[in-house]
Every structure is written in C-alpha cells, then in structure tokens.
C-alpha cells in the first residue's frame, strides 16, 4: 500500500546539518500491522511525517497505492490525505477552541461526511471511554483523554492507512491496552493499515513486525508472534 | 516538606460537575521519593498542580514545609514556587519561541540565579543526552528531546521538590532508564523531593512508594523494594 525507496531527509539550523533520515528503503503492505521503535531522535517521527504525506523527503521518493507522490499538486496531495489517511500525532495537535466531538468530527466535516460520521463518533467514543467528556475542549481534559480524543479523530473517516506516533504514550496499561486491541481488530476486520512508533515492547508485539530505527536507518526487522 | 489534607477539587462544566480529587490525604517527607499511579482521567495531573500551588483545592489545605498555604498572596505563592519547586508538565509547556537553552535557563533567569545556572545547564544538558541540540527551537527538536528539555529546565535552580508528569512517557526505555537514574541520585545524594506520575510500573520501581489514584481518591498505597 506504501512504500519509501531511498529515502533521506535532513535539517539545516545555522551551520549544522542534521541527517533524520538516511538512504531508507521500506513496504508496507495493504492490511499490514507495522511497529516502528528505536532511541529518542532515531527519525521514527520524521518518517512517519514522510509516509503521511506531510513533508517531503530531500532524496528518494514515496508512492502510495502504486503512484508516485511527489509529482503531485498541493491540492492532490490534500485530498489523498484526507480520503486515505489517519493521522495520531505524538503531541496530539488539538484544536484548543473545538470542543472534544468537534475535533473528531473535523476530518468528516471536511470530506463532506458529517451524516454516517455522527453515528461512528458515538460508537468510537464509547469504546474509547471519552463519551462522557465529548462536550470538554482539550483544556479540560486529562492528558490520556486528549490522546484518545486524538485516536478517536483519526479513526472518523475509516481511513486505509493510520499513521500513530507513541498512541498509548499517555495511557495507563488497561486503557492502553484497549486501544491497540481496536487498532489490531480494525487491521483483522476492516481492512486497516497500521503504523505504529513506540517505545513500548509490549505494544509493538501487537503488530506482525517491528522495524527498529538508529540514526536514520533501519537497524533491524523482525516478525513478531502475531504473525 | 508537604502535606494535602482532606483537599477535594471540582470542575463545573455547563451542567455537569466533575469530582476530580475527594477528601484527599496525603503527607510526603523530604527527600521522598514517591510515584502516583492511576487510571486515565482518576486525578494525578489535577494533584500534582494542587501539590505544587498552581491551583487552589474547593476543600481542605496544602501546606510546604509547615506553612498553610491558601492563605498566601498571589506574589508569596510565586515566590516560593520560584525558589522551591521543580515542574515537569505532561505536555511539556516550552515555550515555542525560546531555544532548548533559553527554556531551560529561564527558571534560573527569573530567579536572578543566571550566574551559577549557565554551568549547570551545561551539565544536566549532558548528561541527558541533549547538548547538541541546545540550540533547537522546540518545532526543531524530537518529542524525546523536547521532554528531556522540560526536565533539564526543572532541575536547573535546584529544586526543594520536583513534581514531575509521566517524565519517561515519551522516551525509550533507555532514555527513561537515565532520567529515572537522575531522579534516584537526585533524591539520595541531593536530598530532593520527588513526586512523580507515571503509568508505568518499571518507572514507579524508583520510588520508595507508590499511590495509586482511583476517582480522586488514594485507592492504595505500597512500599517499594528501594525501601
Ligand atoms: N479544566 C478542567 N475542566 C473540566 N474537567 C477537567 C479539567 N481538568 C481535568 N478535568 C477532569 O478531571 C478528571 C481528572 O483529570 P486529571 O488530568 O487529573 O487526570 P489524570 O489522572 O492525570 O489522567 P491521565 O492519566 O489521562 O493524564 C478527568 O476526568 C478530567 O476530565
Ligand atoms: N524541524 C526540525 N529542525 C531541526 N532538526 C529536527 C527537526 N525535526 C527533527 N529534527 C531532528 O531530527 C532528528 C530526528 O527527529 P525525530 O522527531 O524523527 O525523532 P524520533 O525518533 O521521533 O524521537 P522521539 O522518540 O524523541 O520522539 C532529531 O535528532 C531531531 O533533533
Ligand atoms: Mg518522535
Ligand atoms: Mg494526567
């Protein structure tokens, strides 16, 4: 469903370069549970922003469903991202003036879904267990319920492919664990692709393998006992 | 150094009235180090901002080091924030526009401690593994890095007492696994006071004992092997 080929991505700040990404080449498959790990500054975030669409990387190219992206206008890179893709960030990226439910609702209001995505967004924050606080904004809530406001959000549109960086980060085990059981039975049961970046071993064996970063590249993948 | 007793905070939403914390008593000694843990949403932010006078309880008081504090002014509770108290927020409150730097000194800019605090900002950069990205904006920096800079900034006037929001949260165990280090060595070699919320039982395993938080009250309390 998605693949980088030789993919690198660097910072220039001042007279420093940094290299977040280096020569890195991955496939992902449609229906694919994929975790990303690796230390703190490896490049997990920066690919996963390659892979969403949201930057561009400096060599190498992404194709998504087989097409080349980076030939694409800023108006069709829009629109492929909103129809395809779910976004988790890892500072959850709130609307602070939006109230809970209008912050899920906002990709279906803007794909022009709001109907059958009034009814989704009862039944993913029940699951959740926010539908208590849908009327808070993201000031007056706990940092676990902004993540699951967030998860909730990028799950609106059931998108083909959601791109989840450090999605229990904030969440105790119990909670945590619910929200990877709904990512692994959205991949089983509807289709989904996941990528996931965590620091949490735990939550990585819910995926069918992990890919372990260091320093821009990929260090090692291994299959996990899902698969 | 600082005891809660009988606190209760509310928050009033509309209709809606939210118990965040019931009839809460708890004493901590100086040079205690101790965890919070709890489900999302059962009251360990709402504590801690309590515990470190950034809010006011509805019921019951808070006193530091002896001293009741609701009946300080607003310039008195500044005062003894300033030249006492160590924060590290769950979502890390940089300051957008300042260098990793420039927020870490800014405590110790405010303390007319700017001095002594360049040294140690050096230091602690250091050891937590951020030196070379001292220059960073935080839009420039990792989530990783971005919460090593929250927690550098709270050490850097030497803090009475350190209250601390998931400090480990977003970072690999390894990086975790040094920030708790520090915490540890803090509190034996330094004499500080730790309180800390985690949901992460191989994080709490520093402490001497652990809270556990359950719909605003203390469910249980457990004694570590550090003890
Ligand atoms: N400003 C506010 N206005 C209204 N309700 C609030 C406010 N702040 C917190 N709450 C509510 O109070 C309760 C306790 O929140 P708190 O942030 O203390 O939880 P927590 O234990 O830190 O959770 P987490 O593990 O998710 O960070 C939550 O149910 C939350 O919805
Ligand atoms: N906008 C930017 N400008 C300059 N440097 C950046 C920028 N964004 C990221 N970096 C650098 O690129 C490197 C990779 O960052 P990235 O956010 O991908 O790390 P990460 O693996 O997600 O780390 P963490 O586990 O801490 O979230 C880091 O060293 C970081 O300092
Ligand atoms: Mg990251
Ligand atoms: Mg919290």
Redesign the interface.
């Known amino acids: 469903i998605i693949s980088a080929n030789h993919i690198s991505k660097r910072?220039v700040?001042?007279s420093?370069t940094i290299h977040a990404l280096n020569d890195l080449s991955l496939d992902i498959k449609r229906s694919e549970f994929v975790a990303v790990?690796?230390?703190?500054?490896s490049g997990?975030?920066t690919l996963l922003h390659l892979l969403g669409l949201l930057d561009t990387p400096d060599e190498g190219s992404i194709e998504l469903e087989g097409q080349a992206t980076q030939t694409l206008t800023d108006d069709e890179l829009t629109y492929l991202r909103r129809d395809k893709l779910g976004f988790i960030f890892?500072?959850f990226e709130l609307i602070p003036t939006l109230t809970a439910k209008e912050n899920i609702m906002l990709p279906a209001e803007v794909a022009g879904k709001r109907q059958e995505a009034e009814v989704r967004s009862r039944e993913i924050a029940e699951l959740l267990?926010i539908a208590e606080r849908l009327?808070?904004k993201p000031s007056?809530l706990?940092?676990?319920?902004r993540q699951?406001v967030a998860i909730a959000r990028a799950l609106i549109n059931d998108p083909a492919l959601i791109l989840a960086?450090?999605p229990t980060?904030?969440?105790?085990?119990?909670?945590?664990e619910e929200v990877l059981e709904l990512l692994r039975k959205g991949v089983i049961e509807q289709g989904w692709t996941v990528i996931m970046v965590t620091?949490d071993?735990k939550a990585a064996e819910y995926a069918d393998r992990i890919i372990r970063l260091k320093d821009g590249q990929i260090e090692s993948e291994t299959r996990t006992a899902m698969n």
Chains 1, 2 share one sequence.
Do not use: C, I, V, W
């Open positions: 910072f700040l001042g420093e790990m690796g230390p703190s500054g997990k975030s890892q500072t267990g009327n808070h007056e706990s940092g676990g319920q699951r960086d450090e980060g904030n969440l105790d085990s119990s909670t945590g620091h071993a």
